[in-house]
Nanobody
Framework: QVQLVESGGGLVQAGGSLRLSCRGSRMILSTFVGATWSWYRQAPGKQRELVAKFTSGGRTDYLDSVRGRFTISRDNTKKTVFLQMNSLIAEDTAVYYC???????????WGQGTQVIVSS
């Protein structure tokens, strides 16, 4: 059973930075590399939205409002995906979730979520 373990959230002032991590526990390396990886967020009273996506083909895509400020990356040796968030603004406040879908699968796995609070 795949388990995603998130860390890195917290309270930060506007303009600051945070780096979120998502480790794919119980995943063999080939599965980790072949999967698609995404970061979502959900603010209070709002729907969950896709923030950044990293496909198995190596492409990345971002929500318009975070493009240029957030960067998704991965360390295959650590089976970990990161979300570097710079120039944070109050509107980035949300619970952030990582998600993965393995190749040829229709099942999405989710992390437990990590809270990000940006104070203005």
């Amino acid at each position: 059973q795949v388990q995603l373990v998130e860390s890195g959230g917290g309270l930060v002032q506007a303009g600051g930075s945070l780096r979120l991590s998502c480790r794919g526990s119980r995943m063999i390396l080939s599965t980790f590399v072949g999967a698609t990886w995404s970061w979502y967020r959900q603010a209070p009273g709002k729907q969950r939205e896709l923030v950044a996506k990293f496909t198995s083909g190596g492409r990345t895509d971002y929500l318009d409002s975070v493009r240029g400020r957030f960067t998704i990356s991965r360390d295959n040796t650590k089976k970990t995906v990161f979300l570097q968030m710079n120039s944070l603004i109050a509107e980035d406040t949300a619970v952030y979730y990582c998600s993965t879908r393995m190749k040829d699968s229709v099942t999405d796995y989710w992390g437990q979520g990590t809270q990000v609070i940006v104070s203005s």
